[in-house]
């Protein structure tokens, strides 16, 4: 069945300095959209980004990923985070029947 | 726009009893999910539907039955509850076109 991987359950970073976020999946669909939401502490997840289209960078708050059907990633990253960044990122495959991976909570420290 | 509620906020239950929790949307979608979420698990999708009537198990449908009356209403019942359990439930409609999840705030099950 299909799948979506993050490899870090908790990254912790130093404000200002970049992140990178790891997400790579397996499915059987050709055509299929692929999503970062964010959660932050005691709210609900919402929408970071969305890409169906391959090698096409898409953006959004400062964050940026590109699809790699080839290499089937979707990696999320910033070039410098900030404090407000702290929060829980779900990658997710969007199908009728979705698929998230487990989460990476993100750290950011003064 | 569009708004997701969830009740109850808050959900105290004793072992082996049947609680239900209830969501509404206003965005006239078609798709409507349960996930529990668990600390270090991610999101586990319990039941969907894709329209009114329609239930289809998730990968997590064990021990919880779901009901879609109407297009705007998703219930989800726990059939018997777990002693020490403890769980957010999360409901979500999902955009017809752009695939786009939009989450309710949650419920959070606390079982004695």
């Known amino acids: 069945g299909d799948s979506v991987t993050q490899t870090e359950g908790l990254v912790t970073v130093t404000e200002g300095l970049p992140v990178m976020l790891n997400c790579t999946y397996q499915t059987a669909y050709s055509d299929v959209a692929f999503f970062w939401y964010v959660q932050y502490l005691n709210e609900a997840p919402k929408l970071l980004l969305r890409s169906s289209t391959d090698n096409k960078r898409t953006e959004h708050q400062g964050f940026h990923a590109t699809l790699h059907k080839s290499s089937s990633s979707f990696h999320l990253q910033k070039s410098s985070v900030q404090l407000s960044d702290s929060a829980l990122y779900y990658c997710?495959?969007?199908?009728?029947?979705?698929?998230f991976g487990k989460g990476t909570s993100l750290v950011v420290h003064p | 726009g569009g708004i997701i509620t969830q009740t109850p906020k808050f959900l105290i239950g004793q072992e082996g009893q049947k609680l239900t929790l209830k969501c509404q949307q206003n965005?006239?979608?078609?798709?409507m999910y349960w996930y529990r979420q668990d600390s270090g698990k991610g999101l586990r999708l319990i039941y969907y539907?894709?329209?009114?009537?329609?239930?289809q198990k998730g990968d997590l449908s064990e021990g919880y039955d779901a009901s879609r009356e109407k297009k705007s209403s998703f219930s989800l019942t726990v059939t018997s509850a777990q002693k020490n359990e403890m769980a957010v439930f999360l409901c979500a409609s999902r955009a017809t076109g752009d695939d786009t999840q939009y989450f309710g705030p949650g419920t959070r099950l606390l079982v004695l």
């Open positions: 539907s894709i329209t009114e009537n329609d239930l």
């Open positions: 997710a495959q969007g199908n009728y029947k979705p698929t």
């Open positions: 965005f006239n979608h078609d798709t």
